[in-house]
């Protein structure tokens, strides 16, 4: 049987797999707008599919997962990331230490998701930009993985799901400002295939609906400049 990397990534391969990544993509990358030359963390990176994609707007990308499975795959896409094993909920790194720091898919499996946004805040320096992208509450994307936990599925037994709002009120907790939120994804599971080749214009059509029917959720916020003294 596949290992747990292979299993995550071959569901981008699948046609509805790719359908769905490319709208989320562009929600996420348009919201945490990354910059050439900028210092950016992967938080819970996975096989490195967003690593990648930060390396590519030209930042300097610091990936971090719990699972070293997870980062070797990661290791095959980015390699020219600094790639890192630890808990988001304790990272590793230094106050101030990155311009943009991104968790996608993260908060969903973390017991304490407060505790995890306060230390993506801590690592991220005065005046940057921490982004948050879960899966969304009100989607029939979410009543299928529940029901997938109600049959005991390990990944999903445990699982959050998030609105926006939910999202934007851990970032204002954790003391940031300037908080946005955005809803993304609405194709349903199992769309046909004539609506997944539609997938980006039925975003556009479909954003009237807020967070009802979308599968991700999305947040950020900007770190407190400090005031003077």
Request: glycine share 10%.
């Amino acid at each position: 049987m596949p290992g747990r990397a292979a299993r995550y990534d071959a569901w981008f391969s699948t046609p509805l797999g790719r359908a769905m990544d490319a709208v989320e993509a562009r929600a996420v990358i348009e919201l945490a707008a990354p910059r050439p030359g900028e210092r950016a963390l992967d938080a819970g990176c996975g096989t490195g599919i967003y690593t990648r994609r930060l390396l590519a707007a030209g930042a300097t990308v610091t990936g971090l997962d719990r699972d070293a499975e997870m980062l070797a795959a990661a290791c095959l896409k980015a390699p020219s990331a600094t790639l890192v094993q630890g808990d988001v909920t304790a990272l590793p790194f230094p106050d101030a230490t990155f311009d943009l720091s991104l968790a996608v898919t993260l908060l969903c499996v973390v017991g304490d998701p407060q505790r995890a946004v306060d230390e993506l805040v801590r690592v991220t320096r005065p005046g940057g930009r921490v982004v948050l992208a879960e899966l969304g509450r009100h989607s029939l994307w979410a009543a299928w993985r529940r029901a997938q936990g109600w049959r005991g599925s390990d990944t999903w037994k445990d699982a959050h799901f998030f609105t926006p709002g939910e999202l934007a009120a851990l970032l204002r907790r954790a003391g940031t400002h300037d908080v946005a939120t955005r809803a993304a994804a609405y194709l349903p599971p199992g769309a046909p295939s004539w609506l997944q080749a539609r997938a980006v214009p039925l975003e556009r059509r479909a954003r009237r609906l807020g967070s009802l029917g979308a599968a991700f959720s999305l947040a950020r916020a900007e770190t407190v400049e400090p005031t003077g003294p």
